[in-house]
């Protein structure tokens, strides 16, 4: 049989190519560039102001590696991923499941609202959200206050105990609408059918949400998981807004460390944006490795 | 021999199109006949440019930036230009001029970050004198005081390359106060300096009279760099003579050429902190708010005490104006006399022209008019004590009143010039460009411990002292090794007068 080549392969799907080429452009400018320089910059002593680089090679990573902010905020990272992931996980298919009956008539309405903080802008969250836990009038204590539940303000951002779960909290808040959807296209491609046979067989309640509803919408489970565990991984702008990693490191994730090391430095002393770049390579690479072996053992559970 | 950028690429060329673009279109060009006639404005000393243009113009703003925005479009409409002025906070300018100049698109008159040694952005061809853009410029140097102009801080190979407006003759931990809440507590908030114990008292009472309505001290906790600053300026009012500035002068004493952050007054100062919290005195959540929110909330009547600068005066002139206040100096330990505080050489919110700015003659020339008395007084007037006038007779002749006067004078008398390393050994900028600030900084630490994360005050600072000195010693070798002719030396200064101005004769003495 005859098979094209190559070249007439590519000819013949010139238009696909042409309309990703926009997208392929912008992804090598902003995606691909930075992350190929940063590697490159990782290997250099470099303020980032001047010419002044001088190629050092891995001492940035043995640096970092020696670093107790850096594990710290390392650390911190995956508990914020550990402490909030489940919680989307778990609330946001309760969610989907109620909304994605069709008897509930209002369903659309609790959707939008549930989506609307996804649409927002998450830098406006943070300074908001700053107000609302204030110790001072801050509404969240004068409903704890006003509750009995609290004899006394808590300060949820100044608070070492309280900063971490508060800002995971909103976190949770803000994107719950995001795996509310992902849930809710999970369960549409439930067929009615389905549903139908195992009322027949009078498989109902809980019964139909374990054994067979869960089953079919595992793979989608997979997926979402691994999805929602990257995305809290990558928590910068809340953190800088709402807290700015404070106090004292107690909210410091990894993106805000590597931000604090490459631009924030106090007066007189220059910004590292070599030892940042290195790590920011070295948590890319420990997060990609945690997302393979995430998803090596998702899949493994699936053949189960 | 200085290498060429060997970090610029096709993609950097192709965003500068854009950005300034943008750039041109985002900031304030405010119209030229909002604000007519305020300002007379002399004609330029020689032939400007006829041919027009857009002046770009960024610094930290404050009272600063309610100046600029009432000269510049008077400036602009006598002298047929645009001018887009930007005032952005010190972290925002920190990170947007290093990489405005990287892409060819850094406003035409900046400030450099904060974080940046002049020589550095000198020797990296950031800025260009302006010697050949301000007429007379000899002439016109003269009539600054003496000590403004520099080599090594803002004149390098005989040229001037940074200009300074304002001097640089602040603090900014002064003790504002509210004057409803000092005399319900009994304390006349115009008797002057108060001691620690005057403080804590008085900020008790302030909170017993709030009733959980407001307090008796309140601070930026979220802005780290308050609680270093605070305690930084309370240690040298109680006897840790040290300089101010970078890594490179501030904390250490230039009698012994060591850190006192692990002295006996820095350590009084963090207690003095430490106990207005465990009093109850502190204003509930200081550690979720900036600097500025903190301000804010002084003249709706959140607390009763502030430790902040004079930029607060205009701010809350504008926003308050019914509200009663006090400025006040530093607190200083019980049995102790307030000792001089020590700024060094030089101005403040020095101006840079970029390289490759095209509007050098019109920068010159504003620049220029506001170096002369006319443009003093009228600086004067607007900013007040926020940033002085670099001008005393200027600032003399501004007719200031009320809390504004009250601060300059107290400036007046608090403030003296003490050593500068880098005028005595410009070698000194190398290291400044080599340091790097440990983890965590003295402002974390003081942060942590007021927090209760970190336990021990004095363990604490001697600690956090040691890394300070280790850091400065690795910066200074580092420097050694690129040639650099420096030593611990270069910081003692044993001809130092704590009780005087350290002029620049005393460096010919070392």
Known sequence: MYKKSLSQQIYDARWCYLFILPCSILTGMFVLYPIGMSWYFSLLDWSGFTDDAKFIGFQNYVEAINDKFFWDAFYRSFIFMFGTVPVKIVLGFIIAVFLNNQVLKLSPFFRTIIFMPVVTAIAIIGIVMTFIFSPFNGPANKLLMATNLTSGPIDFLGNPDTVLPTVMGVYVWKWLGITMMYWLAALQTVPQDVYDAAKIDGAEGLKLWINIILPIVLPFAIVIILVEAVSALNVFPLIETMTAGGPFFSSEVMEVYIFRTAFITDAGTMPRLGYACAAGVFWGVAVLFITALQGFWMRKIRRI | ?510
């Open chain 2, 1 to 510: 021999m200085k290498k060429k950028n060997k970090f610029k690429v096709s993609r950097r060329t192709i965003m500068k199109g854009a950005l300034a673009t943008g750039a041109v279109m985002s900031a304030a060009s405010i119209p030229s006949s909002l604000f007519a006639g305020e300002y007379n404005i002399p004609d330029p000393l020689k032939a400007l440019p006829t041919t027009g243009g857009n002046m770009r113009w960024i610094d930290s703003g404050d009272m600063k930036g309610v100046f600029w925005k009432k000269l510049f479009p008077e400036y602009a409409a006598s002298r047929g230009i645009t001018i887009e002025y930007d005032g952005l906070p010190w972290k925002e300018i920190n990170k947007i001029v290093p990489l405005a100049v990287r892409n060819g698109t850094v406003h035409d008159v900046f400030q450099i970050p904060l974080n940046m040694d002049p020589g550095v952005a000198v020797a990296e061809g950031w800025v260009q004198p302006w010697d050949d853009y301000i007429e007379n410029i000899d002439e016109w140097l003269a009539g600054f005081p003496s000590g403004v102009y520099l080599p090594g801080v803002n004149q390098f190979g005989g040229k001037t390359y940074g200009v300074c407006l304002t001097a640089n003759k602040r603090t900014g931990t002064c003790l504002l106060s509210s004057n409803k809440y000092m005399s319900e507590a009994g304390y006349d908030p115009q008797a002057g300096r108060m001691t620690y114990s005057e403080v804590r008292d008085a900020a008790k009472k302030i909170t017993k009279n709030g009733n959980g309505q407001y307090y008796g001290w309140i601070i930026g906790g979220n802005q780290v760099n308050r609680w270093e600053d605070v305690v930084h300026t309370f240690g040298q009012v109680a006897g840790a003579h040290s300089g101010r500035g970078g890594f490179t002068n501030r904390h250490i004493s230039f009698k012994t050429g060591k850190f006192v952050i692990d002295s006996d007054e820095y350590m009084a100062a963090v207690e003095l902190l430490l106990q207005l919290k465990s009093d109850g005195s502190a204003f509930p959540g200081v550690m979720s708010m900036n600097a500025p929110q903190a301000r804010a909330l002084m003249p709706q009547g959140a607390a009763g005490m502030i430790f902040q600068g004079p930029w607060c005066i205009g701010t809350w002139a504008k926003d308050a104006p019914d509200w009663e206040f006090t400025i006040a100096s530093e607190p200083v330990p019980d049995g102790k006399k307030a000792e001089p505080l020590y700024i060094a050489e030089g101005g403040s919110n020095t101006l840079w022209l970029s390289k490759d700015s095209k509007m050098g003659p019109f920068a010159g020339d504003l620049v220029r008019f506001m170096g002369t008395e006319q443009g003093q007084i009228y600086w004067a007037q607007t900013v007040g004590a926020a940033d002085p006038a670099v001008s005393p007779g200027a600032v003399a002749k501004a007719g200031l009143t009320g809390a504004s006067a009250q601060a300059l004078k107290m400036f007046n008398e608090n403030l003296l010039v003490g050593p500068n390393p880098i005028v005595r050994n410009k070698d000194i900028g190398i290291v400044a460009a080599k340091s790097r600030l440990p983890d965590p900084s003295l402002a974390l630490v003081i942060q942590g411990l007021y927090t209760g994360q970190l336990q021990g005050i004095e363990k604490n600072l001697k600690e956090c002292n040691q890394r300070y000195e280790d850091a400065l010693d690795k910066a200074i070798d580092e420097a050694r090794a690129d040639g650099a002719n420096v030593s611990r030396d270069d910081w003692v200064f044993p001809n130092w007068d704590t009780s005087s101005n350290y002029g620049a004769d005393k460096y010919l003495e070392l």
